[in-house]
């Protein structure tokens, strides 16, 4: 179809990202015969792990379970190096992915969608882009991240800097020279941690902002040689049948129960689950500290205890340990070496939480106490708008105009996690209500709702319907059964990104379902078998 000068591109199903979720949507789309294009404005494939190639980057999940599972190939071809390899590995793999299952084709690299328009006579959606392409297609999939809106413009001031600065999640293909340069780093939530703590021994001077002190947890990495990688891939049935039904879509589980164990015994779990090395310690332990405030003051305690043995200084300790919050109300980073980082010469912590950051000015970082910290590269680690921002930050419009940056500017709502009211046939991953907002092992929670967006639209063609859209009803009663259950948590009674609160003026909510991975699947998969309750087909 030719409109003036436009070139319009018709297709079945538009895929707004290529990343883990956007990749496997395409697969399975494709395979339905479906007309169908994903767009990425990376420079190729692999989503999060395209765009964080920063210094440090690494997985927090078990890489033999972040992999897809739906193929058991495509699976055990792959072997990955160690427990929790680094970015570029985890890129090669995505990469890996990419060629087996001869996606290339129908993926535009470097092409941002710009807006998309829902046109309800026609039932259809116009999705334009930054290079000028215009495509009317029946579905508009948004596998846009969770994590992929970095907050990067935050200081009076950036624009002046004489020296360089990076977002962690917009560091250059090509890398960053650290070498003997005075480098500040912004933020200390999981990135940070990471950066910090592999360029401290690099730099001739690190300077660290640090705000909002984090409960670490201890990673251990082992290598993995042939005899560990036949082993982990001698279980795919066990991970297959097990991962998707946990709590968090990781392949443990919590085993404990508060109630039931002495005060020795509970010492004795956590003192044995945090040898583990991983993120054991926050998904597999005792499930009541999320919301019972006595289990969540023993349990950080117990991790407070850990820090505070490995910090030399009062000083460290103050900024470093959290007293304000709960373990695991906040994303829980694993770091390497990173506290006692802070003992080396060469770097300084600054606590920015009474001072703060005013503003960046040429020589480098200015406090509000006007103190002049003097840097040459300042790194952002300062998060994403997480859940929403990647949607907002476009021009979404669905039935009479209706824009999505204005509907979750004013409360952030959805049915499931898989749609909106108001947006027919616009299908959702990873935004808010679902567990792939946050909590969960992400490649779990991205196959389940790719799988079923997947079936929802084959569902729809063979009704011989042609519009799918969340019910007013549908969504009220979801939002309802969300707030339930994250209210009963103590995460509502947090601040941070897992609420929105990193960004000004979001409107606040927990963003993650708290329910449960498996719980939550169920819930998918009963709408699914039950017609659809919650969503009207047309
Ligand atoms: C540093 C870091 C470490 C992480 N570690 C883990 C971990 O260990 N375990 C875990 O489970 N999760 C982890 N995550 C979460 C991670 O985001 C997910 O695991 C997963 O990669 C998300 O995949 P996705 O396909 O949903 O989104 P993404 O990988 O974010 O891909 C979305 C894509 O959409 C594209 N896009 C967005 N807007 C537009 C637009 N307007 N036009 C065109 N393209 C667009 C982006 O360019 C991006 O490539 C981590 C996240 C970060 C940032």
């Known amino acids: 179809m030719t409109s003036g ?19 496997y949507q395409l697969h399975q789309l494709r395979q339905q015969g479906l007309r169908v294009r994903a767009f990425d404005k990376a420079g190729d494939v692999g989503g999060t792990w395209w765009w964080n190639r920063y210094p440090g980057a690494r997985f927090d999940s078990e890489a033999y379970i972040y992999q897809y599972l739906f193929d058991e190939d495509l699976y055990k071809d792959w072997s990955w190096s160690e427990k929790f390899p680094g970015q570029p590995e985890i890129e090669r ?41 215009v495509v009317d297609a029946q579905f508009f999939v948004s596998c846009a991240g969770m994590l992929s809106a970095p907050m990067e413009n935050l200081f009076e001031g950036q624009d002046s800097f004489r020296g360089e600065i990076h977002h962690t999640s917009r560091w250059p293909v090509g890398g960053v020279e650290l070498a003997a340069r005075r480098v500040g780093v912004v933020g ?20 660290v902002f640090a705000r909002t002190p984090q409960y670490v947890l201890p990673m251990k990495s082992p290598a993995y040689g042939p005899e560990e990688q036949a082993a982990y891939k001698a279980r795919f049935d066990e991970l297959k049948a097990t991962i998707p039904h946990t709590f968090s879509g990781f392949e443990y589980d919590f085993l404990h129960v508060w109630a039931e164990c002495s005060p020795e015994q509970r010492r004795a779990v956590l003192e044995e689950i945090y040898e583990d090395g991983s993120l054991k310690l926050w998904l597999a332990s005792f499930g009541e ?13 117990f991790v407070r205890e850990k820090m505070r043995a490995r910090l030399k200084d009062q000083h460290l300790i103050d900024i470093l340990v959290p007293t304000d919050y709960g373990f695991g109300t906040h994303r829980v980073p694993l770091e390497r070496n990173y506290l006692e980082v802070y003992h080396q010469p060469n770097v300084e912590l600054v606590g920015v939480r009474d001072n703060p950051i005013a503003r960046i000015v040429p020589e480098g970082i200015e406090l509000a106490d006007g103190t002049v910290h003097e840097l040459d590269v300042i790194v952002l680690a300062t998060g994403f708008d997480a859940g ?97 259950t994250a209210g009963a948590t103590l995460i509502a009674n947090t601040t941070g990104w897992y609420l929105g609160s990193n960004v000004p003026g979001k409107p606040r909510r927990v963003l993650s379902y708290t329910g449960g991975v498996g719980t939550y699947r169920q819930k998918c998969d009963d709408v699914a078998q039950n017609g659809y309750p919650g969503f009207a087909i047309r």
Not at 8 to 23: N, R, S, Y
Not at 99 to 126: C, P
Request: aromatic share 6%; with cysteine; net charge negative.
């Open 388 to 484: 929403t921002g990647s949607l907002t930050r476009i021009d979404v419009r669905g039935r009479d105009g209706r824009s999505l940056t204005d509907d979750w500017g004013r409360d952030i709502r959805t049915m499931m996690g898989l749609q909106v009211h108001g947006y027919p046939n616009m299908l959702t991953t990873a935004v808010p209500l679902a567990p792939s907002a946050a909590l969960c092992n992400m490649t779990t929670c991205l196959q389940q709702q790719t799988e079923w967006i997947s079936d929802v639209i084959r569902h729809v063609r063979e009704q011989g319907g042609s519009t799918i859209e969340a019910t007013k009803e549908g969504e009220d009663a979801w939002v309802a059964h969300h707030e339930e």
């Open 5 to 23: 000068t436009e070139h319009t591109l018709e297709l079945d199903a538009v895929i707004l990202g290529a990343g883990v979720a956007g990749l």
């Open 289 to 301: 500290m999320f919301f019972l405030q006595n289990v969540s003051d023993e349990v950080s305690e």
């Open 93 to 133: 793999w995505m990469q890996y992915v990419t060629d087996r299952l001869d996606l290339r084709r129908d993926i535009q690299f470097s092409t941002a969608i710009t807006s998309a328009h829902y046109d309800e006579d026609r039932g259809r959606w116009t999705i334009r882009t930054d290079r000028g392409d």
């Open 188 to 207: 200390i939530g999981a990135t940070g941690i990471q950066v910090i703590q592999t360029i401290a021994d690099e730099v001739a001077h690190l300077t």
